[in-house]
């Protein structure tokens, strides 16, 4: 199972789009809630390495499961 980015935690600080191992993490169109960039998980590319939820600086903002109703791209 692929891990998420929620949308509108994120605030596009993007340490785990260089951490990442298969690049699945792309940018977002816009901006979210708070008004920041953010970034999302392609979840057929995810390998489940959890390196994304290990690196990011901004608490919640990446969970270990696949959420597709609390992501956009």
Not at 30 to 46: E, H, L, M, P
Not at 48 to 66: K, R, S, T, Y
Request: aromatic share 6%; with cysteine.
């Amino acid at each position: 199972m692929a891990h998420t980015i929620l949308t509108d935690v994120c605030e596009g600080v993007a340490d785990c789009v260089d951490a990442c191992p298969v690049a699945c993490i792309n940018p977002g169109n816009g901006a979210n809630r708070k008004g920041t960039a953010f970034y999302w998980i392609d979840f057929d590319t995810c390998i489940d390495c959890g390196i994304c939820l290990q690196v990011c600086p901004v608490a919640g903002a990446i969970v270990p499961e696949e959420r597709p109703d609390q992501q956009r791209s």
